[in-house]
């Protein structure tokens, strides 16, 4: 029956399709009001790639008319704002927008219409603006006029902005190159957000020095740094149309409803992806200049985890401990030591004692106590679920889980105690915003929630559903366990094995048995992985 349900389930997912973060809804529509690139590596022609990329319907706005190849931009042509009014009125007819990303505009006119446009988007359309004024080769591409309305009628009306440091340095009124540092980058990305009184702003550290590349994103909230590998083997000229795919796949990422954040780092990940397949193929790609920017057909692909980002500026920790022993699979939480006892005696491997409400002396002891009785059981793996400290330099405890709530918590100093104790590490995430936090730790499992809905826990996160878990099964590092957590019983479980989680983790599904009416239902659980013994 497990193995039936397995593959029914799979065959589900089959025919929902393969973007895993964008499989379900209807497909969102997204234009593009951009220049055209006669070279086809950046402008509207890769806007629509990222677009699909993402899941998304695109549709283009021809905003100006490039004669550019490989090495740089020749000549510009404004499309006249009569036909560039006409291309918004026929699509706002049959194909209304969810996002709209901008590029470069040519010229006043047809900013005009764009900006016109915006007054009377639908609501709830998302706007992102790429402020392009110069083409990387020094070619003007907005004229002052045109300047003036993305300035004061465009940008305002923005969710996102994402310029580069240039571009910043230029609406800021800048000299050249004083956004340099990460620091200068940070101030100017919420400095920008000040003055143009937009959403948010990312800014692209792509000319910034460092050893990896990191973007800052700056909101009501603060700044989040999302920093991926530089990528060998492209030469100084890098890849062509980068600028495009990032601020594309995040008008992508948003329309297809991702939080802003979430958004930003899976609009980092199809960037860093594309620049990755781009140096792959450097050596021959026609053409003298940098090759075009190579979006994956969709995403995340089974090649995601190697380009996802990880949040902050540094490179992500030395991994903590890989598991060893037996793989995951049925992953119980408790809340006392004794249950903890109970459930290693019924079959269960991996179990975390989760006390909560308790005072620091009785959380000890309950830790103390567990740790007492795997000692005892050769087969048990304890995981203490928010005291790590209780659990550091203890026999007995083999791992620790944090959630989001106790990493922001937790000091650089803590951080590296924590890395030094030769603990495990789990750590719970519910977006791709907190899949970055998680990545730069390099934990030793992953877990994702809630997949359905739960009572266990209250969450700010609607249930993720499978899709979620086939997405996280690619973000993920292989030789780092999924744990689907929330919700789960054992109809479900089989599904959720399917989709990509290599775990459940498990509270009330287990019920409150003892004894031999426990020991049946883990034998339940673990035929879900074929694992009857």
């Not at 055209?36 to 699909?52: I, K, P, Y």
């Not at 446009?117 to 706007?127: D, E, Q, Y």
């Not at 991702?258 to 960037?271: I, Q």
Request: charged share 15%; net charge neutral.
């Amino acid at each position: 029956l497990a193995q039936s349900m397995r593959l029914a389930a799979a065959l589900l997912l089959l025919l929902r399709g393969s973007h895993a973060l964008t499989a379900t809804g209807p497909q969102p529509v997204v234009w593009s009001l951009a220049g055209s690139d006669s070279s086809a590596g950046a402008g509207v022609e890769a806007d629509l790639r990222a677009f699909r990329c993402l899941g998304a319907r695109g549709c283009a706005v021809v905003t100006a008319l490039t004669a550019q190849s490989t090495t740089g931009v020749e000549a510009v042509l404004e499309t006249p704002a009569a036909h560039v009014e006409a291309t918004i009125a026929a699509l706002e007819a049959d194909l209304p927008p969810a996002a709209v990303k901008t590029g470069a505009l040519g010229g006043a006119g047809a900013a005009r219409a764009v900006a016109a446009f915006l007054r009377r988007a639908p609501p709830g359309c998302k706007v992102v603006v790429d402020p392009v004024v110069v083409s990387t080769s020094g070619r003007r591409l907005l004229d002052e006029a045109g300047e003036a309305v993305l300035v004061e009628e465009i940008l305002p009306r923005a969710d996102v902005v994402c310029p580069n440091a240039p571009e910043a340095e230029a609406l800021l009124g800048l000299p050249p190159g004083s956004v340099a540092s990460p620091a200068d980058a940070a101030a100017a990305a919420t400095a920008l957000r000040a003055r143009l009184g937009c959403g948010a702003v990312l800014l692209k550290g792509g000319h910034l020095a460092g050893p990896r590349a990191a973007d800052v994103w700056a909101d009501a909230a603060g700044t989040l740094w999302l920093a991926a590998d530089r990528t060998p083997g492209l030469g100084a000229g890098g890849a062509h149309g980068t600028g495009c795919v990032l601020s594309a796949a995040l008008a992508a990422a948003l329309a297809r409803g991702e939080a802003p954040r979430d958004a930003a780092v899976a609009a980092k990940a199809v960037c860093a992806a594309a620049v990755r397949r781009a140096a792959a193929h450097a050596a021959d790609a026609p053409g003298a200049g940098p090759p075009p920017a190579d979006v994956p057909a969709t995403w995340p692909d089974a090649d995601a985890a190697a380009t996802f980002p990880s949040a902050g500026l540094g490179p992500p920790l030395q991994p903590f401990p890989r598991l060893d022993g037996p793989p995951m699979t049925l992953y119980a939480l408790a809340a006392t030591a004794a249950r903890c006892a109970a459930l290693w005696d019924a079959g269960v491997v991996d179990v975390q004692l989760r006390v909560k409400d308790a005072p620091p002396a009785a959380i000890e002891a309950e830790v103390a106590a567990a740790a007492e009785y795997a000692l005892a059981r050769p087969h048990a793996r304890l995981w203490v679920n928010d005291f790590w400290e209780a659990a550091a330099g203890r026999a007995g405890c083999f791992g620790c889980h944090l959630g989001q709530e106790d990493l922001a918590a937790l000091a650089p100093a803590d951080a590296a105690r924590l890395a030094a104790s030769g603990l495990r590490l789990g750590v719970s995430t519910h977006c791709l915003a907190e899949l970055a936090v998680a990545a730069a730790l390099a934990p030793t499992y992953v877990a994702l929630g809630p997949v359905f809905g739960t009572t266990s826990k209250r969450v700010p996160f609607a249930p993720r559903g499978l899709d979620r878990v086939a997405a996280w099964r690619r973000l993920v590092p292989a030789d780092t366990p999924l744990v689907a957590i929330g919700g789960v019983g054992l109809d479900t479980a089989p599904a959720v094995v399917a989709a990509g989680a290599d775990a459940v983790a498990v509270i009330s599904a287990l019920g409150g048995e003892e004894g031999e009416a426990l020991r049946a239902r883990v034998l339940r659980w673990r035929g879900v992985w074929g694992k009857l013994v």
